[in-house]
């Protein structure tokens, strides 16, 4: 598609142009609120065949999904811009946002929604079947590969969790304990009830056959047949252009990664600033996302519309003011 040129300024700039971010611009767009979404063009579910768990748009390819939004946005009279956000600051009453081109645009307020990145183990192999074969979440991707034979590699905290879920999905699952270890006594009875064998050993590799995910090689050559594996990668939210702000990434509290806290409504610690998506919600599918966009974009003109409303007053206070002087004067 043809993106839109960036104008010196808008009410609204949204830094992310995903599902989360775009649907913060409708109802900012619709409010007649000026917004240009800045999106650097790498969803974190590129690789994916479609989007689940969204009503109505079921199975749709997530490309499609993104057009289908930015149409809607600029049928508004909003702005798609291509480009990657480099720095943000505050400038007076807002925000001057520096593109890593060199282009500049000012802004009253700022929505987040630049999603996170995945970071993977470093196992040969694994990083090109991301997406496809190599997955991470059971509602985005289980039915796909439901009955088939599973492997689920123990990277983090969540990686029982992980199992379990996976097992409602196929009676063949193998947990490998990679460099995690053997699973805590209480893990391992319930991996055991459920009929999830252990697989001791450092993972050493993930085989490939043509385009399709084969087994896991481990360090001592053995090799572990397995049609699709589940990964839980360390997740980070993609901020680091918030620095100025006095805006870090800190752990989320369940230790999957990094986040960007923030109220429910998506309001952070630094005034104009909202987030939404898995910037601050690392574990949202697109649908929660989406909504959290929402409702910040509809916290955002709330915000705007109150600020309007006390400098009204206080113009019409200063009118009134400076009528009644002349009245007093002309006596």
């Avoid at 050993?201 to 001592?220: F, H, I, K, S, W």
């Avoid at 918030?242 to 952070?268: C, K, M, N, Q, Y």
């Avoid at 400098?311 to 009245?327: D, K, N, T, Y």
Wanted: charged share 25%; with cysteine.
């Amino acid at each position: 598609m043809v993106f839109d040129q960036l104008r010196d300024g808008y009410d609204v700039v949204v830094v992310g142009g995903g599902a989360a971010g775009l649907s913060g611009a409708l109802p900012l767009v619709r409010s007649r609120r000026s917004v240009a979404v800045i999106d650097a063009g790498a969803p974190r579910n590129a690789p994916a065949e479609g989007v689940h768990g969204l009503l109505g748009r079921e199975g749709t390819p997530p490309q499609e999904l993104v057009e289908r939004g930015r149409a809607e946005v600029r049928g508004y009279g909003g702005h798609v811009v291509r480009g990657e956000v480099a720095s943000a600051a505050r400038d007076g009453d807002g925000f001057r946002v520096v593109l890593a081109d060199g282009r500049a645009v000012r802004a009253r307020r700022l929505l987040v929604a630049t999603g996170l990145a995945d970071e993977l183990p470093d196992l040969p192999g694994l990083r090109a079947r991301w997406g496809r074969d190599v997955l991470h979440c059971p509602y985005c991707h289980g039915w796909e590969v439901r009955d088939q034979a599973i492997g689920v590699l123990a990277t983090g905290p969540m990686a029982v969790h992980q199992a379990l879920m996976f097992r409602q999905l196929s009676e063949d699952v193998v947990f490998f304990a990679h460099t995690a270890g053997e699973p805590a006594a209480e893990q391992a009875e319930e991996l055991a009830a459920r009929g999830i064998r252990v697989v001791a050993g450092e993972a050493a590799a993930v085989e490939t056959a043509g385009d399709r995910l084969t087994g896991v090689r481990l360090a001592d050559g053995t090799v572990v047949a397995r049609d699709a594996l589940a990964v839980a990668p360390r997740m980070a939210a993609r901020a680091k252009f918030l620095s100025d702000l006095g805006l870090f990434p800190v752990e989320h509290p369940s230790g999957v990664g990094e986040h960007i806290p923030a109220e429910p409504t998506g309001r952070t610690p630094v005034p104009g600033v909202w987030v939404a998506g898995n910037a601050t919600d690392l574990m949202a599918q697109v649908a929660p996302a989406a909504a959290a966009g929402l409702s910040a974009g509809a916290q955002i003109n709330g915000d705007l519309v109150a600020e309007e409303t006390r400098r009204a007053v206080a113009a019409r206070r200063e009118r009134a003011s400076s009528g009644e002087a002349e009245r007093r004067r002309g006596r």
